[in-house]
């Protein structure tokens, strides 16, 4: 089975660009999540959908993220205008049930430098 | 404020000499505790689910422990390819979980 993939890998965007992260979750997955890591810090969860509804968004930090997951399929998680503060890793995760049987399915991340 | 805290930060070990690594939680309604390892450039990758307090996991060399407070990773004679990131995370319903920033873990030849 395919994993959970996100791209692109890694970003370097200039302050005050727009920036789209992608994530393709493992087939069958109805629940998505997104999550980052600033440097030096923990992992942090941003939000979570259920297919294509948003179950919560609780960890996004301000309105310039925006996320979306068309047809609970991929998702996309724009950031507009990217602030310094944005950089870090940001990774996808997926789980058929709500993550409390098995963990969740990361991807690799996409690394996100603002410059 | 839930939060997960893990230590030592970094441990280096040499090949066969057994370790634990700690991960304490203030996390109200505790329903998992979670053990990833995490590998340079990867996500982290699922190793063991404890649900309640005296609950013991096993996997190959590592053994997970949970108490009403903490959890232990035991690491039994580590081998170089144990070497990585171990990161704790708890959740209180599945659908959202609260890392620890994780115990980097070298292994030495």
């Known amino acids: 089975e395919a994993g959970v993939t996100q791209f692109p890998s890694h970003s370097v965007i200039e302050k005050g660009q727009t920036v789209t992260l992608r994530c393709d979750p493992i087939s069958g997955h109805d629940n998505l999540y997104w999550y980052r890591r600033v440097m030096g810090k923990e992992i942090k969860f941003l939000l979570h959908?259920?297919?294509?509804?948003?179950?919560?968004e609780s960890g996004m930090p301000n309105n310039r993220f925006l996320a979306e997951r068309t047809g609970g399929t991929y998702s996309t998680l724009k950031v507009q205008p990217a602030e310094l503060e944005d950089s870090g890793v940001y990774f996808c995760?997926?789980?058929?049930?709500?993550?409390?049987?098995?963990?969740?399915?990361f991807g690799s991340g996409t690394r996100l430098t603002v410059v | 404020e839930d939060q997960v805290t893990q230590s030592p930060e970094a441990l280096r070990l040499q090949e066969g000499e057994s370790s634990s690594l700690n991960c304490s939680y203030t996390v109200s309604g505790l329903r998992g505790l979670f053990w990833y390892r995490q590998d340079p450039g990867k996500g982290p990758e699922f190793l063991f689910t404890?649900?309640?307090a005296g609950e013991e996991k096993e996997k190959e060399r590592l053994k997970a422990t949970l108490t009403k407070k903490e959890s232990f990773l035991h690491i039994t004679a580590p081998k170089p390819e144990d070497s990585a990131t171990y990161l704790c995370?708890?959740?209180?319903?599945?659908?959202?979980?609260?890392f620890g920033t994780g115990t980097s873990l070298t292994v030495i030849p």
């Open positions: 995760a997926s789980s058929t049930g709500g993550g409390l049987n098995y963990g969740y399915t």
């Open positions: 404890l649900y309640s």
């Open positions: 995370a708890a959740t209180r319903a599945g659908n959202q979980f609260y």
């Open positions: 959908f259920v297919k294509e509804s948003k179950q919560d």
